[in-house]
């Protein structure tokens, strides 16, 4: 399975943009980049996710590195609310056994001050 | 409101004693998934299932099984618990193809004593 690397925490302000990084080196054509957070208690929680062009939503923004090594999730405006645990993850398109398989890893614990 | 519907919340158990927890969704989903979270290993994949009696063992499914017999159902069934399966369980489901991410449930947290 492909792996992530992230930082294991982050630190913002209040209504300041947040860059969380990830690494993903070993990334294969098929794999499409999900991003999730879990907030305290809850279940893990679909953010946003692409394939090699930046992606916007209403939550974020997902910014992929041309070499689709490494992408960053943007918040653009960071809110109490906002501060959890944030996963990047690829998920398998190849097909086969592995197909839609999501495989997470540490996480980076993002705090928001106020 | 689509939703992903893990039952109970919270269950403590003794060693041995055969238990299910129910996962339901209202989205149509073919594909489910159980996944196990646990403290230093993040979450782990048990079991997956692709479409109705479809199912495929995960990264850790020894002294799990499953079944898919409805669309919206992925029971996953512990026959004898043991202690070292004390954990936080979390059911996820997803429509098959690229563009789809996946819907979580709020988790259930099983003790086995």
């Known amino acids: 399975d492909a792996k992530t690397t992230q930082p294991n925490s982050m630190e913002s302000n209040e209504e300041e943009p947040v860059h969380l990084p990830c690494n993903h080196s070993?990334?294969?054509?098929?794999?499409?980049i999900h991003w999730y957070r879990q907030l305290p208690s809850q279940g893990p929680e679909y953010v946003i996710h692409g394939l090699t062009s930046n992606v916007n939503n209403r939550m974020a923004s997902l910014a992929i590195a041309e070499d689709r090594k490494s992408s960053t999730l943007i918040l653009h405006r960071a809110t109490l609310r906002d501060a959890a645990v944030y996963y990047c993850i690829l998920r398998d398109n190849a097909g086969g056994t592995s197909y839609g398989k999501l495989t997470f890893g540490q996480g980076t614990i993002l705090t928001v001050h106020p | 409101e689509a939703q992903v519907t893990q039952n109970p919340r919270y269950l403590i158990t003794v060693t041995g004693k055969k238990l299910t927890v129910t996962c339901s969704q209202n989205?149509?989903?073919?594909?489910m998934s159980w996944y196990r979270q646990d403290p230093g290993l993040g979450l782990r994949q048990i079991y997956y299932?692709?479409?109705?009696?479809?199912?495929d063992k995960g990264d850790v499914p020894e002294g799990y099984k499953v079944s898919r017999k409805e669309k919206r159902n992925f029971p996953l069934i512990l026959e004898s618990p043991s202690p070292n399966q004390t954990s936080l369980y979390f059911c996820?489901?997803?429509?098959?193809?690229?563009?789809?991410?996946?819907?979580f449930g709020s988790g259930t947290r099983l003790t086995v004593v």
């Open positions: 996820a489901s997803s429509l098959l193809g690229d563009n789809y991410g996946y819907t």
């Open positions: 070993t990334i294969s054509g098929t794999d499409y």
């Open positions: 299932s692709m479409n109705v009696e479809v199912t």
């Open positions: 989205m149509n989903h073919e594909y």
